[in-house]
C-alpha cells in the first residue's frame, strides 16, 4: 500500500491480484488493474514492492516480475525479470526511475529502468557471415572499482560478505531495505533474514560498509529514522530497535509490543514540529504511536479489529470542527447567568439551622 502522487487516493495492491486506487474518505475504489498471480513451484505469487507516481504504478511479485502500467492508458504496460525469490522492492522517493531489490539468494540489486524498460541493445549485424559478427548484447561495467559487468539497466550489484571462521559461505536472505536519502542513490540499509542490518555505499565496494548483528531474531520490517544515520526495524518476537547507520549499534528500544510489528513508518505530526514520530501495526491488531526522541514513549495505542500488513501516514491537516456540531455544543452549554442567579435564589429559600444544644447525660454511677 502506498499512496499517489498527489496524496489523494491509496495505492492498494491485492492478494488476488487486483491493485485499486482507493479514495481515503470512504475507501470506495476509484479505478483498477488485474494482474495474473499465478503458483510458481507450488508456492503463491504476492506482491512485494508497490509505487506510484502521476504517470504510473510499478509493483513488483516475489517471482521477479517487475511491472510498470500506465494510469491513464491501460494498454501501456511493460514487465520485466529482476530476479527470483524477491523479498522486497522499493523505488527511490524522487529519482523514481530508480529502483532496488533484495531477497532469498539476491544480493541488493539497483536498476534503471529508464534503461530496463527499453530492453538489451544490440549491434548491427556485419555483412560477413561467421561468429565474430553475430549480435552480442552490451554490457555495462560497473562504475565501482571491482571488475564487476552489469546486465541490461543495472547501476549496482552488491557482493556477499567474505566467507565465516569456518570458511563457509555466508547464506544470502534479504527481507526489507530503504533508501537512508531522499536526496541521494547511494546509501541503502537491509535487512537480513540472519538478524542482520547492512548498510551499502555505492560509491565505494560493493561489500557492505556497516555489517552488523542485531539481536538473534529476522528482521522483518525497516524504516527511515528521524534523518539518514538512524534505521528502525522490527523482529519475528515483538522487538522494535532503533539502530545507528554509521556504527551498526543500538541506539535503543521501543516498547509496549505484544505482536510483531509487520509495518513501521515514521512522520512528523505538525508542520513546525521538530519531533518525529514512529507509527506500526503488529499482529495483535494495535496501531502504535511513539517519539523518536531519548524517552520512545508510547503516545497512542488503538485496537483496529484486524490484522494490519501496511502503514502509510498522510501530510498534516488541521482538524477543522463541523459548523453542526459547534451548534450543537454551543446549545448544550446553559448560560453562565442564569445558574447563577438560580443557585442564589435556592440558597435564600433554605432556611438557617440552628444550633441545639446538646444536653450533657449524666453518667450513673454504679
Request: glycine share 6%; with cysteine.
Amino acid at each position: 500500500m502506498c499512496w499517489d502522487h498527489d496524496k489523494k487516493h491509496l495505492v492498494v495492491a491485492r492478494k488476488s491480484g487486483v491493485i485499486q486506487l482507493v479514495d481515503p474518505k470512504d475507501g470506495a475504489p476509484v479505478t483498477e488493474f488485474k494482474q495474473t498471480l499465478a503458483k510458481v513451484d507450488k508456492v503463491d505469487t504476492i506482491f512485494v514492492g508497490l509505487f506510484a507516481n502521476s504517470e504510473s504504478i510499478i509493483s513488483c511479485t516475489n517471482t521477479g516480475t517487475l511491472t510498470v502500467q500506465n494510469i491513464q492508458d491501460r494498454s501501456k504496460i511493460s514487465t520485466m525479470s529482476v530476479g527470483k525469490d524477491i523479498c522486497r522492492m522499493r523505488v527511490h522517493p524522487r529519482e523514481h526511475h530508480v529502483v532496488a531489490t533484495a531477497g532469498k539468494e539476491q544480493e541488493l540489486t539497483i536498476w534503471d529502468l529508464s534503461v530496463l524498460l527499453k530492453g538489451p541493445e544490440t549491434p548491427k549485424k556485419g555483412k560477413g557471415k561467421g561468429k565474430k559478427n553475430e549480435s552480442k548484447p552490451v554490457e555495462e561495467k560497473a562504475p565501482y572499482k571491482a571488475k564487476e559487468i552489469l546486465t541490461n539497466g543495472q547501476i549496482f550489484k552488491a557482493k556477499n560478505v567474505k566467507n565465516d571462521h569456518l570458511d563457509l559461505r555466508v547464506p544470502v536472505w534479504n527481507t526489507d531495505l530503504q533508501f537512508l536519502n531522499q536526496f541521494d542513490i547511494t546509501r541503502i540499509a537491509v535487512g537480513t533474514r540472519h538478524h542482520q542490518i547492512r548498510v551499502y555505499d555505492t560509491k565505494g565496494a560493493r561489500r557492505p560498509a556497516v555489517d552488523a548483528e542485531v539481536g538473534t531474531m529476522p528482521v522483518v520490517a525497516i524504516a527511515n529514522g528521524k534523518d539518514a544515520s538512524e534505521v528502525v526495524f522490527s523482529d519475528t518476537v515483538t522487538n522494535v530497535y532503533s539502530v545507528d547507520t554509521l556504527t551498526g549499534a543500538i541506539l535503543g528500544q521501543y516498547k509496549g509490543f505484544t505482536g510483531v510489528a509487520t509495518a513501521l513508518a515514521t512522520f512528523t505530526p505538525f508542520e513546525d514540529s521538530t519531533t518525529t514520530h514512529l507509527v506500526t501495526v503488529a499482529m495483535d491488531r494495535c496501531l502504535r504511536v511513539h517519539e523518536m526522541d531519548k524517552t520512545r514513549k508510547l503516545l497512542h495505542k488503538v485496537y483496529l479489529k484486524q490484522r494490519m500488513t501496511a502503514v502509510v501516514v498522510g501530510e498534516f491537516t488541521p482538524y477543522e470542527a463541523p459548523e453542526d456540531e459547534d451548534e450543537g455544543e454551543s446549545s448544550r452549554k446553559p448560560a453562565r447567568g442564569s445558574d447563577d442567579e438560580n443557585d442564589d435564589d435556592l440558597w435564600e429559600s433554605m432556611g438557617k439551622l440552628e444550633d441545639k444544644k446538646l444536653k450533657k447525660r449524666k453518667i450513673s454511677k454504679e
